[in-house]
């Protein structure tokens, strides 16, 4: 477990559906969901690729690609809607109090921009800094993220670095202006392990030096178990299970987390033992069941699971581990 964290929220989202328009007409990709992130706290996000991740936290700063968009729902930041903010306050919030980490730095970072001038703007911008000193900034975030030789590489392309380091770029990018929030989108993909433990390492460190809160967005249950606080875990666009990390590993409620959790290698396992996996395939965007849309996949569906979708419960009473499932909310009233 993490720092002890703060219970005033910083982060709270609500009933935020998304959706894509196709040549079939409106599909919803993300349903629902109901997420929040305290002050000091870290809440990993994960769940199988296109699960709406990315979409939700991409949404909150109204960065969705065209033909996406939010359709209902609320995202309060601080004491302040998102949602109804102008452009012009967004981008205040935007770079400034929250930061945001990039899946894939190659493609997020540009590539005819030296790096010195890619870390300067925001702080040009956000902060009203001088070139002198938003210089001096970008020499001591690349210091702080653990790049060697910071003053040289303020010259450096993009392509001249390893993958590695142009992750702590825009690590460095996205902590420039000291953000309350900082979401991190997959920052190790890609990356070998030796790397993603330097990552993993970096963020726990300049989280407890700055006192942020922070967004890690994953499919890896296995990387962030050391990392954060809290974990949400979404299923085609909606939150199924939350609950504190080592809540989460001991007493996994929904069928979705323990399948998800079943089918990581232990130490302990058998050399020849296969590994868990879950059958079928998460539902297309336009062509979600009726009911809970993991009820076609799950071992324990009942018939109540394909007619009505299930709402976030606590279990056994703890407000901290919520599930949405009618089994366990039934087992859990049987008990």
């Not at 606590?314 to 039934?330: L, S, Y």
Request: charged content about 25%; aromatic content about 4%; hydrophobic content about 40%.
């Amino acid at each position: 477990m993490m720092n002890a964290t703060s219970n005033e929220r910083l982060l709270d989202v609500k009933d935020l559906t998304i959706e894509i328009d196709t040549r079939r007409g409106p599909a919803v990709v993300v349903d629902g969901i109901d997420l929040y992130v305290n002050k000091g706290e870290t809440l990993g996000v994960v769940g199988e690729s296109g699960c709406g991740k990315s979409l939700t936290m991409l949404s909150l700063m109204r960065l969705l690609p065209n033909k996406i968009k939010v359709t209902k729902g609320s995202a309060t930041f601080d004491g302040r809607d998102l949602q109804t903010m102008s452009n012009g306050e967004l981008r205040k919030v935007r770079g400034g109090d929250v930061g945001f980490v990039f899946q894939d730095p190659m493609t997020s970072l540009n590539p005819v921009m030296r790096i010195g001038d890619q870390i300067c703007e925001p702080l040009i911008y956000h902060r009203k800094m001088s070139k002198k000193e938003a210089r001096a900034r970008a020499v001591e975030l690349l210091r702080l993220v653990g790049i060697p030789g910071p003053e040289e590489r303020l010259m450096a392309y993009p392509h001249e670095l390893s993958g590695g380091m142009r992750q702590r770029v825009m690590i460095a990018i996205g902590l420039a202006c000291n953000p309350k929030l900082l979401i991190a989108d997959e920052p190790t993909t890609a990356l070998d392990v030796t790397i993603q433990a330097q990552i993993v390492d970096l963020v726990k460190d300049l989280r407890a030096k700055l006192g942020m809160s922070v967004v890690w967005i994953t499919h890896d249950l296995a990387l962030i178990a050391g990392l954060v606080d809290r974990v949400a875990v979404l299923y085609a666009g909606t939150v199924v299970e939350d609950a504190p990390v080592d809540e989460l590993y001991a007493r996994p409620s929904h069928p979705y987390t323990r399948g998800l959790l079943s089918s990581i290698p232990k130490l302990s396992d058998a050399p020849a033992s296969r590994l868990s996996s879950i059958g079928g395939t998460p539902p297309e965007p336009g062509r979600r069941p009726k009911g809970c849309p993991f009820a076609p996949r799950c071992p324990l569906a009942e018939a109540v699971c394909h007619e009505r979708v299930p709402r976030l419960e606590p279990i056994a009473g703890n407000k901290a581990h919520r599930a949405a499932c009618f089994v366990v909310q039934r087992m859990q009233e049987a008990a």
